[in-house]
């Protein structure tokens, strides 16, 4: 029997549903406290309809509003899991990872985004975060929106990615984009049977079971609001009819 690896086991360890969902809690509205309003009705919005982890991401709001968030949820529903992802901020995210119940820091890019002189000290400094934390990290390669300037082959790069991170997050070009299913092969191919792979945008109910074939799990925003767009409110029916994809995908496991 093959042993299990360390980011497997860490992933079964938090996770134990099979193909977890993730939603995004993208943190809109017009000011601090819609922000958190907005944020605890949608957090229990999605805990109700069955989702596997709530990640706290300042996409409109600022730091501020993501200490208020982990704030409330920590002191009231707490979600089965809570992840965040603070953007452009790394030592922030891991900061506040420190103080909250925060069980992963998702960042966007952890192999690819730099050059090979800057390459060195990010993954000393990221190395030394990951071991002073008990969060484990959930790292983007190839990410939307990320440059690439590691003159590296994607593989080495992601090779790389899954040294520095429990997870790889994969992605297509853009938010609510679905991403390309030859991407999600790759990757899955590069990094081997049992490392954990998620995929971070433009999954759907119609798409979930090809999506999540070859991934072990999926984040989960654009598709959950009214408007299947990022500046939507998270919408229960959307969120119902989601996990109900899921379900189907479970259940042929």
């Known amino acids: 029997m093959t042993q299990e690896t360390a980011p497997a086991a860490s992933w079964r360890a938090l996770f134990s549903t099979p ?8 943190l809109g509205g017009e000011d601090q406290a819609e922000r958190l309003s907005r944020a ?6 999605l805990v109700d309809g069955g989702v596997d982890a ?3 991401e ?3 709001g600022d730091v501020d509003d993501v200490r208020r ?20 901020d790394t030592e922030r995210a891991f900061a506040l990872a420190d103080e909250f119940p925060v069980a992963f820091v998702q960042i966007d890019s952890v192999a690819g985004h730099l050059a090979p002189d800057d390459d060195a000290e990010y993954a000393e400094r990221l190395a030394e975060r990951r071991a002073a934390s008990r969060a484990l990290v959930f790292g983007g390669v190839r990410f939307k929106y990320q ?11 992601l090779a790389l990615g899954a040294q520095r991170s429990d997870a790889i997050v994969v992605t297509g070009d853009g938010t ?10 790759r990757f899955r191919e590069a990094l081997g049977p049992s490392y954990p792979l998620i995929v971070g945008a433009g999954v759907t109910d119609e798409n979930a079971a090809a999506q999540l074939l070859h991934a072990d799990a999926a984040i989960v ?22 996990m109900t994809a899921v379900a189907r995908v479970r259940s042929g496991l």
């Open 176 to 185: 609510g984009v679905e991403t390309a299913l030859s991407k999600i092969e």
């Open 54 to 56: 709530v990640i706290v």
């Open 40 to 45: 605890r009705r949608e957090t229990a919005v």
């Open 147 to 157: 440059p690439v300037n590691s003159g590296r082959p994607e593989a080495e790069d």
């Open 58 to 60: 300042n996409y409109f």
């Open 69 to 88: 968030v982990l704030d409330a949820l920590s002191n009231g529903a707490v979600p089965p899991v809570i992840g965040l992802n603070v953007l452009r």
């Open 221 to 242: 925003g654009s598709f959950f609001k009214d408007s299947y767009r990022d500046t939507g409110v998270v919408d229960a029916d959307h969120v119902a009819r989601f």
């Open 19 to 26: 193909k977890p969902v993730l939603a995004m809690l993208h």
